[in-house]
């Protein structure tokens, strides 16, 4: 088998070995192996070579688990409550985030829900109030695309300045 990192030079032979090396593992084929480092790895290629792949396989290195939609952060975050974090990193992702060096990712777009917007706040170090939760919301539902953090950001930021809190 021939294949390189991100399988850049596809259909040419080259298998991309970070998504074989995800499988074989979640087939339970490479028990010992420590593939925490495996996004980091397939971050410095893609940045080394500009690749950019149309393919959302692919893109796992970046928003590996990425998760959208209210019932999953509802569920995520009632596991790691519990103390479950086994669990949480299991809830709505056939790929375990944690097993490759990453964490679960709750994003705010517009399928978003309350608990996305205040779980972005709370992981980001800001209270949760319900005029800045309103804020990113809106913001998320008047895009076509989940909100980057430097995008919640400005959003939390411009929220903050126009009802006279510090930020």
Not at 73 to 94: E, M
Not at 128 to 137: E, K, M, N, R, S
């Amino acid at each position: 088998m021939h294949g390189c990192v991100l399988g850049i030079g596809e259909r040419v032979g080259n298998a991309p070995l970070d998504l074989l090396l995800i499988n074989l593992k979640l087939l339970g084929e490479l028990p010992e192996a420590d593939l925490s480092k495996l996004a980091a790895l397939a971050e410095k290629v893609a940045a080394a070579t500009r690749f950019r792949s149309r393919s959302t396989t692919r893109s796992w290195a970046k928003t590996p688990s990425a998760r959208d939609r209210r019932s999953c952060r509802r569920r995520s975050s009632k596991a790691k409550q519990k103390g479950d974090d086994y669990l949480a990193d299991r809830v709505y992702s056939g790929v375990p985030a944690g097993m490759f060096g990453r964490e679960q990712e709750i994003c705010v777009g517009p399928m978003s829900g309350i608990s996305n917007a205040a779980y972005w706040l709370q992981h980001h170090g800001y209270d949760a109030d319900q005029g800045t939760v309103d804020a990113i919301l809106k913001a998320a539902k008047n895009s076509d695309h989940n909100l980057s953090d430097p995008e919640v950001r400005a959003v939390v930021e411009r929220h903050r300045r126009g009802a006279g809190h510090r930020a």
